[in-house]
């Protein structure tokens, strides 16, 4: 188990982690979320290791994790972390840039081993090409291999997919995720999109300025956010006055929390007025006004600006 107990670390005297406190059991994939600039990558680097923490430990199991006052090299060599700027050789080959992380002792596993891991990133076909010659995802998915070569206790990913296409990135993560599993390797994700967590991520931590403000089973987290923020990061919601769509609610003060898919047009109910569909593949998000009050809901059918409908509530519990 990674243990994080009463962590605090000032990076500058505008921003600091404060007092935190996780444990994540091995082998569980764990996001971390919120928004931009709140401290996803800095608690990353301080499981690494790659800081030294004011206040607090970290351990995982009986080892503690510590930052470069004790280590001339930081970081733990049980745990792998792969950064926002991938840390490749731009002038040796792809297969060369795994290979390094593994044992010249045993040329043939070294060899398997490879070529095992150019494949669950999809980049067999490029075993021989020099880095510098890659793409930005090309180059993230090399990266992901270095990564898992050693075969890490603790995998640290900062926006793993986020230079890979749409095409590729579903397959990889289906493929990686399912790989990570079966090795039984922890993973921790720092993330911005909901589409990385809700498939793979057992647990979700969320973080709001420096602290931990939710940390639930990602399904749990999702059906029930406690505030606005903690719903926002998973896509579009809204926050209404629950007695709009649900006439069982009698005080006016209770407010809402409401995903757009859980929202549908009516025979009767909340009128409100069509202000612009998005068309979304399978269906279309339409943003729609009751008073000043934006209301989006999802919908097979296409509406135009200024048809006036009836809203009503899709379902009550969520589950
Ligand atoms: N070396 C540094 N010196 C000073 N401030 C820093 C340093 N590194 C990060 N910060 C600040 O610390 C805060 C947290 O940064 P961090 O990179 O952990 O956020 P994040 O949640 O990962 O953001 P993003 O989602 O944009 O990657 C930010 O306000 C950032 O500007």
């Given at each position: 188990m990674l243990r994080i107990t009463n962590v605090s670390y000032s990076i500058s005297d505008r921003f600091s982690l404060q007092n935190l406190n996780l444990q994540i059991e091995e082998g569980t994939h764990v996001s971390i979320i919120g928004?931009?600039?709140?401290?996803k990558t800095t608690l990353l680097k301080l499981i690494y290791g790659l800081y030294d923490t004011d206040t607090g430990t970290i351990f995982w199991k009986d080892h503690q994790i510590t930052g470069p006052k004790d280590h001339?090299?930081?970081?733990?060599?049980?745990i792998k972390h792969l950064s926002q700027d991938f840390d490749l050789?731009?002038?040796?080959s792809v297969e060369e840039n795994i290979k390094?992380?593994?044992?010249?002792?045993?040329p043939k596993e070294s060899e398997q081993r490879t070529q095992e891991l150019l494949e669950v990133v999809e980049m067999s076909a490029f075993a021989?090409?020099?880095?510098?010659?890659?793409s930005g995802g090309q180059k993230q998915r090399v990266a992901l291999a270095q990564s898992l070569a050693k075969e890490p206790k603790i995998l640290l990913l900062d926006?793993?997919?986020?230079?890979?296409?749409n095409f590729r990135k579903n397959r990889l993560r289906r493929k990686l995720f399912s790989y990570l599993k079966k090795q039984h390797i922890t993973c921790i994700v720092a993330t911005h999109d909901s589409t990385d967590i809700l498939s793979y991520m057992d647990q979700t931590i969320v973080i709001r300025e420096g602290e931990i403000i939710a940390n639930a089973p990602t399904r749990e987290l999702y059906k029930n956010p406690k505030t606005h923020y903690i719903a926002s990061l998973f896509g579009e919601v809204n926050e209404i006055p629950a007695h709009w769509l649900d006439?069982?609610?009698?005080?006016?003060n209770t407010l809402a929390l409401l995903y757009p898919y859980q929202i549908i047009a009516a025979n009767t109910g909340l009128d409100v007025t069509v202000k612009q569909s998005y068309f979304k593949g399978g269906y279309y998000l339409i943003e729609s006004m009751h008073n000043d009050t934006p209301i989006f809901f999802e919908s097979s059918k296409e509406y135009f600006p200024s048809d006036q409908i009836k809203l009503a509530l899709k379902t009550l519990l969520m589950d």
């Open positions: 928004e931009s600039g709140c401290g001339l090299v930081p970081g733990m060599p049980f050789m731009p002038f040796i390094k992380f593994l044992s010249r002792l045993y021989k090409a020099h880095v510098k010659t890659l926006e793993p997919f986020s230079h890979i296409d006439t069982t609610i009698t005080d006016s």
